[in-house]
């Protein structure tokens, strides 16, 4: 009977220890429950219009006003603008319980935005400019996670996107980051060979430009990648914030490379994305690769005219660079060029 009882106690004792540990969510998403203040300017002045339950900021609002949760927003009398299909800006703030961690976040934004995690400026792009994917590491060490995103439309087209997703774990406690060991000789690495050197979102070619690397200038690697095969891809960041990956092939690197922790990005995350109700038709035979680059694997050739999903696309030059897609039970990428697409192409995730 007292083993029993005792056996009851530790059962007991338990589940009150587990009721009382932190939920914690692991986001590869747009985020949940969101709240938004919009204001009848590009500057974020003016009579607030508050907003709140937002599931996630995921907005294609084109060249109308900003419509959330299926209602028009309440804002009127911006400059130039009566009706604020223009000239508007937004304060979006949320909680978010997100597992500690190495993170990549991705921001598309038409026109500007700035990102806060935890009242730190991490991005500042509050520029006039056509639709630009941004990326940015951030390392989180306890949840929840408090992020303030500040957005203005000027003209024509809307659009803004903000995801995050896992690179890598904490290891051990889960709240106490790992110090790493020091190297005898600092990373670094300068471009060499050509005038500049794209910065993407992923290690492929065919990655959303996120910058350019320019000769002259020190970065410090913090990660690498082989996955397309040819090139060591390097994790790096711009003196302004802008986190991307760069080709080893015009990167002269100095220190034990070798070191570097092989991080995964956010395309091995995303093979299973959901259907976007929007089709890809190729306008020729199309090679269809494993990732968006001529250099990795060629999973199939999809012949001209077949109707696929489309589930992605990286944007180069604010034009439509490659296309994620599903062909015979398979996820993968073709060159977007010679492609037509049937449907709204702002409901198509940027990544």
Do not use: H
């Not at 639709?131 to 000027?154: A, L, M, R």
């Amino acid at each position: 009977m007292k083993r029993m009882r005792a056996a009851w106690m530790l059962m007991l004792l338990v589940l009150v220890l587990l009721a009382l540990l932190p939920s914690l969510v692991v986001r590869a998403d747009f985020g949940t429950n969101w709240s938004a203040t919009f204001f009848p300017s590009a500057d974020l002045t003016g009579t607030g219009v508050a907003v709140s339950g937002i599931n996630g900021l995921n907005f294609l609002w084109q060249a109308g006003p900003p419509i959330i949760n299926g209602v028009t927003v309440p804002i009127t009398n911006c400059p130039s603008s009566p009706t604020c299909t223009d000239n508007f800006s937004a304060r979006f703030t949320s909680s978010q319980a997100i597992q500690p961690g190495t993170y990549q976040f991705v921001i598309a934004s038409d026109d500007g935005v700035r990102v806060y995690i935890n009242g730190a400026l991490r991005l500042d792009k509050f520029v006039g400019r056509p639709v630009t994917t941004d990326s940015f590491i951030e390392n989180i060490t306890t949840s929840p996670v408090q992020i303030v995103v500040e957005y203005f439309e000027g003209i024509d087209q809307a659009t803004l996107q903000v995801q995050w997703f896992l690179q890598g774990t904490v290891t051990g406690t889960p709240f106490i980051t790992s110090t790493p060991v020091a190297t005898s000789v600092p990373l670094t690495a300068v471009v060499e060979g050509v005038d500049g050197l794209a910065l993407r979102s992923g290690p492929y070619l065919g990655a959303s430009l996120v910058a350019v690397l320019r000769p002259g200038n020190t970065y410090t690697p913090v990660a690498r990648n082989r996955d397309e095969g040819t090139y060591t891809w390097y994790q790096l960041t711009t003196a302004d914030g802008r986190s991307g990956w760069a080709s080893g092939r015009y990167l002269k690197t100095t220190g034990n490379v070798d070191g570097l922790p092989l991080a995964t990005t956010v395309f091995e995350q995303i093979d299973g994305a959901a259907d976007t109700g929007v089709l890809a038709v190729p306008r020729s035979v199309m090679n269809f690769r494993r990732r968006p680059s001529q250099r990795t694997a060629l999973l199939a050739q999809i012949p001209w005219g077949a109707e696929l999903q489309l589930l992605g696309r990286t944007i180069q030059g604010g034009e439509n660079f490659w296309f994620q897609v599903r062909y015979e039970g398979q996820v993968g990428w073709i060159y977007a060029p010679f492609v037509s697409t049937r449907g709204d192409i702002n409901n198509v995730p940027i990544r």
